[in-house]
Structure formats: structure tokens, C-alpha cells
Nanobody, 114 residues
């Protein structure tokens, strides 16, 4: 079955940057739109960003202008560059397609200290 493996999280001070990666296996990655999601402490999982198969991107309002989603189809990998991080960005970050069709990976923890 499809496997998603997120990595790149960590502890960073407010204003810092991190780049997350999500490697996908057992799918025809290049034809799939992919997205990033996050779940903060005691919060529901929420959508963060999406990149279409053709590279078109969209973002939730709270991250627009600070986060950039990208993809490398040759590596079956989608990325999330996060700049000017804020404490409210603290969450476990996951990737999936826009319909959340695939089994969730373990996620990667991002913690932003003030």
C-alpha cells in the first residue's frame, strides 16, 4: 500500500526556518496533487498547503507568504519550506493527497519557541 514518510521537523525559535520533506512510495506520484496538513496540541488536523500535479500551489491564510510547498517528481517527494515560524505553527505535520486518500504517516514534529 501507499507509504508516506515525513521528516525534517525540529525545535526552532520564533522567526526561524525549517524545511520538511515527505517521501511517497507505491503511487504514481507525478499525477497526484499533494498537500501538507498539521495538527497542533489539542487541535483538529488542518490543511496547510497543496501543490497540484502541474505545480499550482495554494495555502491556508495563516501561512501564506511564509511557507512554500514544492515537489520533486523524480524523487517522489514533496517539500514544505517554512520561514518566519511562529509559536502557533507548533504542530505535527503530515502530508497526503487533497482527499486524504492515503494512510497517514507518522508525521514530523515542529516546535516553535517564543
Amino acid at each position: 500500500q501507499v507509504q508516506l514518510v515525513e521528516s525534517g521537523g525540529g525545535l526552532v525559535q520564533a522567526g526561524g526556518s525549517l524545511k520538511l520533506s515527505c517521501a511517497a512510495s507505491r503511487i504514481v506520484f507525478s499525477v497526484n496533487a499533494m498537500g501538507w496538513y498539521r495538527q497542533g496540541p489539542q487541535k483538529q488536523r488542518e490543511w496547510v498547503a497543496t501543490i497540484g500535479s502541474g505545480g499550482r500551489t495554494s495555502y491556508t491564510d495563516s501561512v501564506r507568504g511564509r511557507f512554500t510547498i514544492s515537489r520533486d517528481n523524480a524523487k517522489n517527494t514533496v517539500y514544505l519550506q517554512m520561514n518566519n515560524l511562529k509559536p502557533d505553527d507548533t504542530a505535527v505535520y503530515y502530508c497526503n493527497d487533497p482527499l486524504r486518500s492515503f494512510p497517514w504517516g507518522q508525521g514530523t514534529q515542529v516546535t516553535v519557541s517564543s
